[in-house]
């Protein structure tokens, strides 16, 4: 037995008693008559205690060799400390050490192996199995388990069946490139990782299996950010004989369970908004209610003098900043330069203070009078003491950049609080989006969403126009999870394929198996994938993934511990019938 107890176990009702504990040197002090080594585990930190007194000189010797990281085992007798530590659970006591064996020795880390380390992050990756050593890393693990527990537990309740669905499926054009695997049983041919299980779901639905979810990993062969990696996992669900309505209801109740169990919230109720009034009001599709600075569109109050620059814009837009009159020119003007960053992308910001008095000065008051100004106070909702910031140009990217100027601004004035949840549904999304660079209609989300009832025959003539019967999940700011009520007829799927630029040909050759299925009778369906990765970084009050990761990528997709992606040798490449042509 290499130990009686964790690291983090012993209290004084222990004292006297012979244990034995393992786990990994975390620091020593060495008195040269007296040594202390703090001994760790995932548990905790127990204080072991050698002294010329009570310990052999072999004994003494011993501990004095011992460096950070060693492997040990120590038996011996829990004493009380003499000098208690009130910081850690196991302040009161310490073990008398009678028998010290090393497990296996150690190189010096190359960052130490504390809460705030010296360490760099790409080195921290590089040597991952040591950072999760860490109690930061450590705890982001065992957090990320209560949470998929929590999921486990609640969905099972519901009456959820959990089914696995292969890795190895069939590329499907789903909007992100797929990372592909050669076969070698099958020269020339490739399976491909799967973006989701969405085919395979919607098949169990055919199959009976009402209520499906799976804890599943997907790969995106994507550009990569905080909140985003090359494989993540989704908690993927599927309900038969369903409509929009009773998916709400249930993941609503997920929400609600997890916000509980885990951060001990209550929240009462998850608000709705359409997906236009969340560009109109926001500028994005997943946005942070926790705080106001609703846009306020100044087209009507903004557009009638001689001012080009409004003038010549589709959209005049702007928020009400609370307390920023407070800023200094020079803040402001930072603040001018942190738009036309490349990153946001605007030309310019104009200004309005909004003084206690209940005057006004903007930067374009040559233009526009009081009477103007205090439209635009109305319309945005400033109050004396507030800032009112102002973009213009085209909708889409206008919005977009008030959005990101809306959430910088959010930051700075201490808006976003990490304890503080706000969730909301997005419903009514576009079922199609123009692509310019292809010159057609792309699905939104995908080929699967059917269209809000009654709306199908406006793809004719109105593509644009149409709904679809989709949602989004947003908690402070963040898509947490994503669905749709799915087409599950032929007929209309085949209709949708049609819109979307596939022909009969292409359509049967990429989805002829879930056509094929349709035909033998198919429930109606739909559900909802959630992003376990960013769902549990959200609970954890935090917005990057990578640390409830074990073993994360970096922002290049590579692993830097084992050095991938990486060549593989001419023998497999030809085993796999495969050329490079670099």
Known sequence: MYRSHTCGELRATDINKEVTLSGWVQKTRDKGFMVWVDIRDRYGITQLIFDEERSSKALMEQAQ????????????TVIERASKNPNIPTGDIELLVSELNILNDALLPPFTIEDETDGGEELRMQYRYLDIRRNPVKNNLIFRHKVTQEV???????????????????????????????????????????????????????????????IVKCFRDEDLRADRQPEFTQIDCEMAFVEQEDILNTFEGLTRHLLKEINGVEVDTFPRMTFDDAMRLYGNDKP????????????????????????????????????????????????????????????GMVYCRCNDDGTY?????????????????????????DLICVLSGDTNKVRAQLSALRMELAERLGLRKSDEFAPLWVVDFPLLEWDEDTERYHAMHHPFTSPKPGQLEL?????????????????????????????????????MLKHLG??????????????????????????????????????GGQETIRDFIAFPKNNS??????????????????????????
Request: no cysteine.
């Open 288 to 347: 942070d209610i926790r705080f106001g600075m609703e846009f306020g569109e100044l087209n009507a109050v903004a557009q009638h003098k001689d001012f080009n620059v409004f003038n010549n814009a589709e959209l005049v837009v702007g928020i009400a900043v609370p307390g920023g009159n407070t800023y200094t020119r020079k803040e402001i003007d930072k603040l001018i330069d942190w738009v036309k960053r490349p990153q946001v992308g605007a030309l």
């Open 557 to 582: 997709g590579r692993d830097v511990m084992i050095d991938a992606p990486a060549p593989i040798d001419n023998e497999q490449l030809q085993e796999l019938n495969l050329k490079l042509d670099l």
């Open 459 to 495: 793809l004719d003539s109105k593509p644009g126009e149409v709904k679809a019967n989709a949602y989004d999940l947003v908690l402070n700011g963040n898509e947490i999870g994503g669905g749709s009520i799915r087409i599950h007829d032929k007929s209309t799927q085949a209709i």
């Open 502 to 539: 596939f022909s009969d040909e292409e359509a049967r050759a990429q989805f002829g198996f879930l056509m094929d299925a349709f035909e033998y009778g198919a429930p109606p369906h739909g559900g909802i994938a959630f992003g376990l990765d960013r769902l549990v970084a959200i609970l």
């Open 65 to 76: 060799k011992l460096g950070r990281e060693f492997v040990i085992q120590a038996k011996g």
């Open 152 to 214: 486990r537990n609640y969905l099972s309740k519901q009456s959820f069946v959990e089914v696995e669905t292969p890795y190895l499926i069939k590329s499907t054009p789903e909007g992100a490139r797929d990372f592909v695997v050669p076969s070698r049983m099958n020269e020339g041919e490739f399976y491909a990782l799967p973006q989701s299980p969405q085919t395979f779901k919607q098949l169990l639905m055919v199959g009976g299996m009402d209520k499906y979810f799976q």
């Open 361 to 385: 000065k903007s930067s374009v008051d040559k233009f526009y009078d009081q009477d103007d100004l205090a439209k635009w106070a109305d319309v945005t909702g400033a109050k004396a003491g």
